[in-house]
């Protein structure tokens, strides 16, 4: 609906200035060669306004739907009306440029298939071509087994049992608003020999003859995605939209947040990308603890997805990580004969890694900016604020503060 007032509002104002122009012509000869230069339909508009004004009401109508159309496209689809903006649409070669070599020859129900989109996760692999919700023309092979490593599969006609992959094809002919599908489990020939390329890729033969009732023959050379992550120059794209996205950027922040390697994210909720934002209850389980934290992420132009009020430090290097851990073991040996001190190693990075062994305990803040607190640790926000509780006077009051960690200038523990 958006395309359409885009369409509808610069057909209007195209249809205006060509009024315009053949007004001008109708004055005067040189009027109308004038008037095709701005600056002369300027002059034209102000001198001879009563003949200009109709065209120009046609124009003024033709920018009502061209602006409600421009809106709605950036409240659904800011990225769209970006590309639009910097014209990318007149750079065919650029946009039509295929993330994947797919160069397969042959057919699929009878018509010719070239795929765009190519990916193995899960065990399943699928071929597909068109970019809408309903793909024009879709291969979908279900293999029974799936490794890490390289793929290679081969199938023969007179091959049977429960072990064969499922093979399934789909297509959307223009006339229909769902798509066909067919399966089968046997008779059929398949080949593959997909070998990984990093970062996240498979490359390599593919050849797939089915019964001729089938119309479908396929052979050539593939490359798939192993997961729904996209790298640019080495790195995660984190402006693609996607469940493995969110998950990396989770397990990121969870990482430097707690100061520890030892993240694995148990479930996340179902997400839309729908806007900019998502808000969710992350499960997760941090050195053998489960812990259950709300976090909401923010999607920022080229920067992509991010945790809103991340302020933590990147992980140490694994050497020193390890060195500490050795060094803990260390402590814990020396302490079977004496009390424990905890003001000894303390900081900022052991609370956060470990804030249930400081909870109520009387810590005192230096602010970066100047000034000191001193109070008893409550716990960490969802945010990564350090949060504490002072007492106030006898009458039984209680002030709280919190502080994200680029806040602090020091952190000491005043209790053993």
Do not use: C
């Not at 119309?215 to 790195?235: A, H, M």
């Not at 997805?305 to 430090?313: I, K, L, M, R, T």
């Not at 609370?351 to 803040?365: A, D, G, K, T, V």
């Amino acid at each position: 609906m958006d395309a359409l007032l885009i369409i509808a509002g610069l057909l209007l104002m195209l249809a205006g200035l060509v009024w315009l122009i053949m007004r001008a012509f109708a004055t005067s000869l040189l009027w109308g060669w004038g008037s095709l230069f701005p600056p002369v339909t300027l002059i034209y508009l102000l001198r001879h306004w009563s003949r200009a004004r109709s065209a120009m009401i046609l124009f003024s109508l033709g920018v009502i739907p061209l602006v409600a159309g421009l809106v709605g496209l950036a409240g659904k689809d800011p990225e769209r009306l970006e590309a639009i903006i910097r014209l990318d649409w007149l750079n065919p070669e650029l946009q039509g440029q295929p993330e994947l070599t797919i160069e397969l020859a042959g057919e699929l129900n009878g018509q010719p298939f070239r795929p765009q989109h190519g990916e193995l996760i899960g065990g399943v692999l699928s071929l597909r071509e068109g970019a809408d919700f309903f793909a024009q023309r879709e291969l979908i092979i279900r293999l029974p087994q799936h490794s890490e490593g390289a793929v290679r599969v081969d199938v023969l006609p007179q091959d049977s049992g429960d072990n064969l992959p499922e093979v399934e094809l789909s297509w959307l002919l223009p006339e229909q608003e769902l798509p066909e599908a067919r399966r089968l489990s046997r008779g059929y020939t398949l080949h593959l020999d997909l070998q990984p390329r990093a970062p996240n890729r498979l490359e390599g033969d593919f050849h797939l003859v089915l019964p001729a009732r089938f119309k479908t023959s396929l052979s050539g050379r593939v490359e798939l995605y192993r997961d729904r992550l996209r790298y640019v120059d080495g790195r995660v794209d984190l402006t693609f939209d996607s469940r493995d996205t969110i998950a990396h950027v989770l397990h990121d922040y969870l990482q430097r947040r707690f100061a520890t390697a030892d993240v694995v994210i148990l479930r996340l909720p179902p997400l839309s990308f729908a806007g900019s934002t998502l808000e969710l209850l992350v499960e997760a389980q941090v050195e053998q603890r489960n812990e259950q934290l709300p976090v909401r992420l923010r999607k920022r132009g080229e920067s992509g997805w991010a945790v809103e009020g991340d302020h933590f430090p990147p992980l140490p290097p694994v050497a020193s990580v390890q060195t500490d851990a050795r060094s803990e073991r260390v402590v814990t040996e020396e302490r079977v004969s004496r009390p424990a001190d905890r003001r000894q190693r303390f900081s900022l990075a052991r609370l956060q890694r470990h804030p249930e062994h400081y909870r109520n305990l009387s810590m005192r803040l230096t602010r970066a900016g100047g000034g000191t607190v001193e109070g008893r640790f409550v716990g960490i926000d969802a945010d990564g604020s350090i949060h504490l509780s002072q007492q106030m006077g006898r009458g039984g009051g209680q002030a709280s503060f919190r502080f994200l960690p680029g806040e602090i200038g020091n952190l000491e523990l005043l209790e053993p």
